[in-house]
């Protein structure tokens, strides 16, 4: 039987306890691309928006493009950058959009390169002053950085129980602001609400892309599991067809220079 939910979360951004362990967590996104890009949610057009205008998006931590990808088809020339060579693989045969396998710290990009970064679901694992000089060095003046992230709303307790079974540790508490530094500032911040429609099996699928699924044994895969069914179907009364919406929260923050 799940354990209760517990206080909502009051974090600015995931704890880790060394540099190693953020690591050991962050590298656990490889194996199924596809996997992963379905059961993720995209990004709200708002989000897009904060971009307009910047015609080079490096998209930092691209992943599978749920970011990359809508700002390809707007007309952005994109290029994509993950350290997962099984993420930059999927990014370039599934999105068609140019991908290198590498890490926020050190851009194998030239100097003033690009007119825009984006961080989508990835800012927290990266050590960010070592990010914020390299974006400093390849975003060309006057450019801007947007760091993005889809949060599951867990303003509801039945919803708050369920992101603790699926431990969905991207948890932050709402109204945070991410760390930054020089010479990067928060300059506009973008905060929705919205919800997507998930059957059982699609919160199985969601569950089984959390680092922290993909990184324990397959006891701990089939107690969350097993936790996940309990609640949903006992605890609820829910059936195997029904649906619920599940509420999102996305946060957005466009950082610029703040000499700009």
Known sequence: MAK???????????????????ARSAG????????????????????????????VVLDVGAGTGKLAAPLARRGHRVLGLDPSAEMAGFLRGSAGIPAVR???????????????????????????????RELDRVVRPGGVVVLAWNTI????????????????????????VPKTAGPWRVAETLRLRWAQEKTFADLVELT??????????????????SN???????????????AVALPYRTDAFVL???AQ
Do not use: K
């Open 102 to 132: 590498a890490r926020a710290e050190a851009l194998p990009l030239a100097d003033a390169s690009v007119d825009a970064a984006a961080c989508a679901q990835t800012w927290h694992w990266l050590e960010h002053a070592a990010a914020c």
């Open 208 to 225: 089984r892309t959390r680092s922290y699924w993909l990184r324990s044994g397959e006891e701990i895969r089939s107690r969350v599991e």
């Open 153 to 176: 709303d867990v303003a509801d307790p039945w919803v708050l129980r369920l992101a603790r079974i699926m431990h969905s540790g991207d948890v932050l508490a709402e109204g945070f």
């Open 28 to 55: 656990a996104f490889v194996g199924s691309p596809r996997a992963y890009d379905d059961a993720r949610p995209g990004y709200p057009d708002e989000v897009l928006d904060l971009l307009s205008g910047r015609q």
């Open 256 to 258: 610029r220079r703040a």
């Open 4 to 22: 209760p939910a517990g206080r909502r979360s009051r974090q600015a951004q995931p704890r880790f306890r060394s540099t190693a362990q953020r």
């Open 228 to 242: 996940l069914e309990w609640y949903f179907f006992e605890h609820t009364g829910l059936s195997e067809d029904e």
